[in-house]
């Protein structure tokens, strides 16, 4: 199975396993990886989501090769019908595109190794990413004479300043684990042998705050970035008035007069 789950405390750690290809990803892995997600926003228990590579060489290349062929349909069609669907008459593509999870628990990317064309378009869809010292990154397709296909150019834009991302995307070249930690696009460059724990300890950290205020603080990020300053400071009040009313929000004031740490259950 490419797609390994398990849960440590209140951290879902996914890793994607298929390293005699450097951890490309067949549909049905795709398929996996996108219900597994579902599951962990799903689940209580889970706060925050690591996402990782198995082995050394590679977080993930993209789609495996032998879902790289041409669709036995016409684009138009399968566009026009669900992702699965579309996936299973051959076209493969949007299945890395997120964005319909509604995944609002925090995914750390973990990047050991090799991060190109859909894998880059999956890390760049987490919401923090640190790398190993021996990582690499790329969008190649436009050497294949396509593009990327689920927004890696927009993706890559809003995460590094335009020449860089215009750059990456127009000549296809992978750039070093240091040359993305200078353009901002991973928050940390670790040693191979300390990544994951970096990782974990990362996400217990982001674990021990309200669990609602954490996903509501992401929801924010995402779905009101685009608006002006008028309509985002009232959704923010928006959800800072739910948030006034949780159980969690009593909790952390409680246990902020008796000096203590606080317990919070995500209600």
């Known amino acids: 199975m490419a797609i390994q789950f398990k849960i440590i405390e209140h951290v ?110 999956l890390a760049l869809q987490c919401d923090v990413r640190i790398a190993a010292s021996g990582a690499t990154f790329g969008l190649p397709e436009v050497r294949d004479a396509t593009i990327p296909a689920a927004g890696g150019v927009q993706y890559l834009m809003r995460a590094v300043a335009t020449v860089h991302a215009m750059k990456m995307a127009l000549t296809g070249e992978p750039i070093s684990a240091e040359h993305a930690l200078r353009i901002g696009l991973i928050a940390e460059l670790l040693p191979q042998e300390n990544l994951l724990s970096t990782a974990l300890d990362l996400a217990v950290r982001i674990a021990a705050n309200g669990p609602l205020a954490v996903q509501s603080i992401k929801r924010l990020a995402l779905q009101a970035a685009h608006m002006a300053p008028r309509d985002f400071a009232s959704q923010a009040h928006l959800h800072w008035g739910l948030l006034r009313d949780s159980l969690d929000h009593a909790e952390g004031r409680e246990a902020m007069a008796e000096n203590r740490s606080p317990k919070y259950t995500g209600a």
């Open 12 to 121: 879902a750690v996914v890793t994607l396993d298929a390293q005699p290809t450097n951890n490309t990803l067949s549909v049905s892995d795709l398929m996996h990886l996108r219900k597994t997600l579902v599951a962990c926003q799903d689940d209580e228990q889970v706060r925050v989501i690591v996402l990782t590579g198995a082995g050394e060489r590679a977080f993930c290349c993209g789609a495996s090769q032998k879902e790289s062929s041409l669709p036995g349909r016409g684009h138009v069609a399968g566009s026009l019908k669900s992702r699965e669907t579309e996936a299973e008459e051959g076209g493969y593509t949007r299945l890395f595109d997120l964005s319909d999870l509604d995944i609002w628990k925090p995914v750390i990317a973990a990047i050991n190794g090799a991060c190109l064309g859909g894998g880059l378009e």
